[in-house]
């Protein structure tokens, strides 16, 4: 027999005997970081008895920008389009945590227009980053068709994006002090539109893809995850809420102007299988885009004529020296940035919490006992994006 | 088994049941008739076998590039897109030869670390045992290489060869995926053996025949639609036993929601991970030539093969006749394989314990009632026929 090879410690290489003194070894198999199911250049190394996983380890750095680094040695405005290319599923999200801790920064506040703005752009990006969670969910289960489904949603949200700022990915409209420009004429209508449709099409998805029998044997009772276990972790957003854990920063420490909404907190609730489950995870994802579309809703009857942004910020941020810490609700958890000023124009220190990271480290602690399949479905339904995990 | 009778297609008035089947080789005797003399035996039959293989392969080209041109439509319809649309002008016709000739001039890439003589003969061997099941189909009266005795048999036996070679694929290519999606195959392919054979037992009890030419000709009553699957008398078990076929058919061919040997989100592509160019094209093909053949079988043994209302009445044009024969033939096995398509791109994909509780705890047994059950009926139907 030849040595284990010496990339784990010994004591987790499990040699077996079974029945006529067969030998049996694990197999140690690398998961990416070229691979469809791990979303991006994820290595989880797997180690499998078959198809039964028995140890996982994730590697991570593969996408490493040096993302905060970067952020200690340019202007503050300058950083802004750093933080679209976190999670760019839910750049503008990114962009009102790292704008909301500057503005903390500097002691100022958003005009009314402009905090309506940013709740309309915060949630319809959380529709559009669910959408590809909840699409691409499918592939992971196998099912390929809900994703263009999803696609076409999204598409119509993009060319909404693309209207108000030009971009479609890494928009940077959300900015210390407000935010790029006034929404153009009939924006707000074309987003009224929007909700109205995506009432319509979202049945589609729940009946096509997660009422599917089978995508509920496969989600189901798979990478159970106790209510404890999530909050030791730290995870947050889907992935904690699907523990049935009832925490939500939009409602428990609101920003912007949620406070003024009434939405509910979509919790998971066991529905098809035990509650922490996978299904409960995106059934989560699911719930919460309709809810969006409430407030969207509610912020589409609210907005008033006015400013959109504050006429003191500048593009040169110079804010007394102190630090701030402003986490808000992303589409995949808490973001958090907190930022050190020492009174020039270049932060002393910046720092991002990013939910992605914190919520695949639970990943590898919840594989081990699951079949090779599961891997795919519990990673897909942690909705990791390693932009945000490497940053 | 009575010798292989191969039947010139230019022969329809060829005596087809067993008594009148001529005793020596169709193709043969046509070949003997226009060459010399001087020719001998052997010479005439390793041109008849080479000539039915060419015939075969070409047929079965053809087919598997329909299926992935049809493939890439219906997926792409369903999925709000419009799929290939370009190459050669209308709806992308020529798009599965744009593909082809591209497979064909690719680099053909073998690792330093494979088996080499696994890695080659993976493909043949899976390509080769799919061409060979066209051997018994039953395309129109006097369209058959051969009517072998036990057809069905034949076919269920020769597909499960294919397993090797995935196997062979799997093992050959030195990739842990590859040989994960071997293993799923092998056992995925070992469990489903057993409901697919058992489901074919119906229409078998209720023809008396494992000849799939007997099966064809059971049905031409009613003017062409005494199919098994609609005589009432029967439909009791036809249409159940279709079902738990047509179930462990989508596993046999490794198609969704079974394609687990495969399944590219969890293991990248399964056993052809490492192949490329041609070699992948192989296996490629292999899987649309078992879909249209499995789907074949269910059209000779369910939905009365070439038979259709009305078609004997173009009996008496022989040409037009055995072209429409054909022409159904294929057309009702292409819609069974569009069924295939249309289910992959809407399901997602089973789990391989949920794979093998279905095929154990489920269409077993089932199986094994469908069975019983025809049994009884078909005891019944003598005794009240009597």
Redesign the interface.
Known sequence: MEEPPQTTPPDQHRLREIELDVRTQD?E?NMGPQ???THGVLRVLLRAD??ILVGAESHLGYLHRCAEKIGENVDYIQYMPYTDRYDYLSSMNNNLSYSLAVEKLLGVEVPKRGQYLRTILAELNRIASHLVAVGTY????????P???AL?EREFLLDLFEKICGARLTYSYIRPGGVMNDAPAGWLNKVAEFCDIFDQKWPEYWN??VQ?K??I??TANVGVMPAQTAIDWGCTGPMLRGSGVDWDLRRDQPYLVYDQLDFKVIVGEGYRGTLGDCFDRNFVRMYEMLESIKMVRQCLAAIEEGEVSHPDVSLTIRPAPGEAYVGIENPRGELGHYVVSDGTKIAKRMRCRAPSFVNLSVVEHTLPGC??????AIIGATDIVIGETDR | MKPLTIIASALPEAPVSEAAAPQGNGLTEMLAGWLPESVPFWGLTLMASGLAFGVIMAFVSVVAMFSTWLERKV?GH????LGPMRVGGWHGWAQAIADGVKLLIKEDIILASADRPLFKLAPALVLGTAISTFVVLPFAPGVMIADVHLGIFFVIAISSVTTIGVIMAGWGSNN??SV?GA?REAAQVASYEIPLGLSLMPPVIYYGSFSLLEATQAQSGWFGMHWYILDPSVMLVSVPSFVLFFVATLAETKR??F??PE????L?AGFHTEYSGIRFSFFFMEEYAAMFVMSAIATVLWFGGWNFLGLAALEGIPVLYTTACMLVFIVKSMLLVFVMMWVR??????????VMILGYKYLTPLCLIVVFAASLLEYLRFVLSN
């Not at chain 1, 499918?138 to 068709?145: E, L, R, S």
């Not at chain 1, 079949?371 to 795919?376: G, P």
């Not at chain 2, 369903?78 to 897109?81: D, H, L, V, Y």
């Open positions: 197999v198999i691979h469809p199911a078959g198809e499918g592939i992971d289960i196998g099912a390929f068709t994703f263009f489904y076409r096509l893809l599917n089978i995508f044997e496969r079949m090779l399949a599961d891997a795919a | 997926a369903i999925q709000i897109r842990k995926w994960y293993m969704a929601p394609d687990l399944s590219e989100s969890e990248v791109w809407t399901l997602p994909r089973l789990r391989i314990d949920q």
